[in-house]
């Protein structure tokens, strides 16, 4: 699917992991991407590299969306420079660790930038998405919106709130040019930390430890086939969906709780 060279993509999170592999996967399709990521992170080295090796126009923005005020001043910089035909929400935080232990800016901060920097941006674009003749919407939520988990509470709460806010979207603008999807991966082959982090969770962890290369081609090509609810792990959101709240959440702390204890 080829767009005119004028209009972009904007992904947030986008220096390393899923981000990065959005990017990647539109700039393939001939599509102009705009990366958003916090500062420090080779944020400039990876945009220049998207644009010679797939020979797409980037441009990229240092923020730190956990700040209201950064949020604003990126999207009038976005909305006063660019056509924006694609937004993909995939900034998000997690962490683990005991309810008690967490300090008030480490809840805080999850709470802005997963909820309401999704929001707030989703926002402050819509109007310019709705000028363009096609226009699509992807968030990122996560498996945990369908489960609470002990020893990481708030992220799976702010994940509940991004599913039901795209689908509620997606509802509202069906009759428009703008289509909302929203997908809900697991855990991440980001780096090597991570990959540690989560086979420290045993058999359960690497079952379900996902290839950001794969889920982002997967979710472009779903996104424009107009696919509203993308799962790329459809045996973890069955037992999810079959599995009652009394044997998933103990299930999914333990796991979560070996984290800890390593």
Request: net charge neutral; hydrophobic share 45%.
């Amino acid at each position: 699917m080829e767009m005119k060279r004028e209009s972009y993509a904007v992904v947030t999170g986008a220096s390393q992991g899923l981000g990065k592999a959005f990017a990647e996967s539109l700039a393939k399709k001939n599509i102009n991407v705009i990366l958003i990521s916090l500062p420090n992170q080779n944020l400039k080295e990876v945009s220049k590299e998207i644009a010679e090796i797939y020979h797409v126009k980037t441009e990229y923005y240092e923020i730190d969306l956990s700040v209201n005020e950064n949020i604003f001043k990126l999207t009038e910089w976005l909305n006063r420079s660019f056509d924006i035909h694609i937004l993909i929400n995939n900034a998000g935080l997690g962490g683990t660790m005991k309810f008690v232990d967490a300090t008030s800016d480490y809840i805080n901060t999850i709470l802005q930038v997963n909820i309401a920097a999704t929001s707030l941006i989703t926002h402050q674009l819509l109007p310019n998405l709705l000028q363009q003749p096609q226009s699509y919407i992807l968030n990122v939520s996560s498996m945990a919106a369908f489960s609470p988990i002990g020893f990481k509470t708030v992220y799976p709460a702010s994940k509940t709130f991004i599913h039901s806010f795209s689908r509620g979207l997606y509802e509202e603008l069906k009759d428009t040019n703008v289509f909302v999807s929203v997908v809900n991966p697991g855990a991440m082959k980001t780096n090597s930390d991570v990959c540690r982090r989560i086979e420290k969770q045993g058999f359960l962890g690497r079952l379900t430890l996902l290839d950001p290369d794969k889920v982002a081609r997967y979710c472009i090509d779903q996104l424009f086939k107009r696919d509203s609810v993308i799962m790329v792990n459809p045996f973890s959101w069955l037992a999810m969906k079959v599995l009652p709240i009394w044997i998933t959440l103990p299930l999914m702390t333990n796991a979560i709780k070996k984290e800890i204890e390593v």
